[in-house]
T-cell receptor
Framework: GAVVSQHPSWVICKSGTSVKIECRSLDFQATTMFWYRQFPKQSLMLMATSNEGSKATYEQGVEKDKFLINHASLTLSTLTVTSAHPEDSSFYIC????????????FGSGTRLTVV | DAKTTQPTSMDCAEGRAANLPCNHSTISGNEYVYWYRQIHSQGPQYIIHGLKNNETNEMASLIITEDRKSSTLILPHATLRDTAVYYCIVRVGRGQFYFGTGTSLTVIP
């Protein structure tokens, strides 16, 4: 139980275009989800907290107008990278807290974004 | 912000126990200790968590010192598939997870 599915696994897009990444909780409801970004050989950096039915909360230094988060249902959160640039190329990972883990996180498999 | 300190890297012989330390000297009484690992280009995988008592599951054992200022993750019989980056995280309640730099464990044949 407590499975998080992330789609797509990888995506290549052209500079200036937008890319949407989906994160779904498959067998549980998640009123909160979390989005992370990871650059090569670095640790995971928390970008934002996605809240079902309300605005996301962004970490300091993360541009909310560039990284649009929508959490319209209890099982789906989306991250849209708008007007992508090569420096946005990274590994994006979502997660959701699970009661089974004392609200520790279950993570998706990640999305490798390459902007060319 | 990460509240833990871990060695950057460790090696372990295949079949031997891997003992991964974590220092969390500023931990509060209601903060849990969580361990995750990340294999290259995958999302982090949950391993184990605990509050005060030692814990064991099918993957590993977690030993927390009595003063709770440090803990050790034990993989009893390391295999090549255990090669990964291991993260120790402390968190209060349902607050966010902030990752530190973790320990890169290499299991050697």
């Amino acid at each position: 139980g407590a499975v998080v599915s992330q789609h797509p696994s990888w995506v290549i897009c052209k500079s200036g275009t937008s890319v949407k990444i989906e994160c779904r909780s498959l067998d549980f409801q998640a009123t909160t989800m979390f989005w992370y970004r990871q650059f090569p050989k670095q640790s995971l950096m928390l970008m934002a907290t996605s809240n079902e039915g309300s605005k996301a909360t962004y970490e300091q230094g993360v541009e909310k107008d560039k990284f649009l988060i929508n959490h319209a249902s209890l099982t789906l959160s989306t991250l849209t990278v708008t007007s992508a640039h090569p420096e946005d190329s990274s590994f994006y990972i979502c997660s959701a807290p699970s009661s089974r883990l004392n609200y520790g996180y279950t993570f998706g498999s990640g999305t490798r974004l390459t902007v060319v | 912000d990460a509240k833990t300190t871990q060695p950057t890297s460790m090696d372990c012989a295949e079949g031997r126990a891997a003992n991964l330390p974590c220092n969390h000297s500023t931990i509060s009484g209601n903060e849990y200790v969580y361990w995750y690992r990340q294999i290259h280009s995958q999302g982090p995988q949950y391993i184990i968590h605990g509050l005060k008592n030692n814990e064991t599951n099918e993957m590993a054992s977690l030993i927390i010192t009595e003063d709770r200022k440090s803990s050790t993750l034990i993989l009893p019989h390391a295999t090549l598939r255990d090669t990964a980056v291991y993260y120790c995280i402390v968190r209060v309640g349902r607050g966010q997870f902030y990752f530190g730099t973790g320990t890169s464990l290499t299991v050697i044949p």
